[in-house]
């Protein structure tokens, strides 16, 4: 019989990466560039206008070397990347506080940090939560605060995803709020480009099909995120997003078409991603200041 893998606490118990600190001028060209990414008729902010939420993951971004890239195209190394054999990474969710928003064409600081670190076990085996917590600041005061929760496993697991995927059924959700989107492979990869993310199964169809056992190009769970977060930004302008948070549920896939639709109710929202295998792929909340 094969030996039991060591347990996944066993490989980080040592491991507590310490705050680092990175800064950014947040030039206007990549809301511009996401912007055009969505079809805006313009720029959806100008200099010195607060950055919509979550278009902040258009900055501070980092580019390792390419020999430090794994077979998947991620990292092999990084700060916050717990040592673990084989090691395999989902973005699962998180949240933010915007106690003010972040001002386009002004220097910022980000210093993140390591919030926590647990193991849980799902059906497929032992998984590792990382939360990495991030504070943002802007002429000396903290702006807003995240937290990303990070999925990870040692070796590969089958997942259940559909064998064949329709470019043609469409959801027809009853939401008041709605955004229709089908993702081609030209968007994920901008999408890829704009947020520095070489992960092979966003681009790479032969390798996403053999390697990971998906049946397509895998639409990014950031970019679900940032759509739903679209509805209220076109929905309500007025309103200023205080608080958020979302959860990344299940993969939708290049060439599908998917809705992001909410539910506005007093001073929050309800959101979610659908199409019309799944009723919410993603799901979030916002609050309203």
């Not at 800064?23 to 959806?44: H, I, M, N, R, Y």
């Amino acid at each position: 019989m094969p030996a039991t893998p060591p347990p996944l606490k066993s490989y980080v118990e040592s491991w507590t990466p310490g705050p680092i600190m990175a800064e950014d001028p947040l030039p206007t060209g990549p809301v511009e560039a996401f912007s055009a990414l969505l079809d805006l008729p313009g720029t959806a902010a100008e200099a010195g206008d607060p950055i919509p939420p979550l278009w902040h993951w258009f900055y501070f971004l980092t580019w390792p070397a390419q020999r430090d890239l794994g077979a998947d195209g991620h990292p092999s190394h990084g700060h916050f990347l717990p040592p673990l054999p084989g090691r395999q990474r989902m973005w699962a969710g998180g949240r933010c506080e915007i106690t003010e928003p972040l001002r386009l064409g002004e220097p910022a600081e980000r210093v993140s940090s390591l919030g926590s670190i647990t193991v849980k076990e799902g059906r497929t085996g032992e998984m590792l939560f990382v939360t990495e917590r991030r504070e943002f600041r802007q002429r000396g005061r903290v702006r807003l605060v995240e937290e990303q929760d990070i999925v990870y496993r040692s070796g590969r697991s089958a997942g259940q995803h559909p064998v064949a995927l329709s470019e043609s059924a469409v959801p027809r959700p009853a939401d008041p709020w709605q955004l229709q989107l089908r993702p081609d492979p030209a968007l994920l990869f901008r999408f890829s480009a704009l947020t520095a993310n070489a992960h092979r199964i966003h681009y790479d169809t032969p390798y996403v099909q053999r390697a990971e056992g998906y049946p397509g190009l895998v639409v990014h769970g950031p970019l679900l995120a940032l759509l739903m977060l679209e509805l209220p930004r076109r929905h309500s302008p007025e309103a200023r997003v205080r608080s958020l948070s979302y959860r990344l549920r299940r993969p939708v896939f290049s060439g599908e078409h998917l809705a992001a639709c909410g539910v506005p109710a007093d001073d929050r929202a309800q959101l979610r991603v659908a199409t019309h295998r799944e009723d919410q792929h993603a799901t979030a909340e916002v609050t309203f200041a």
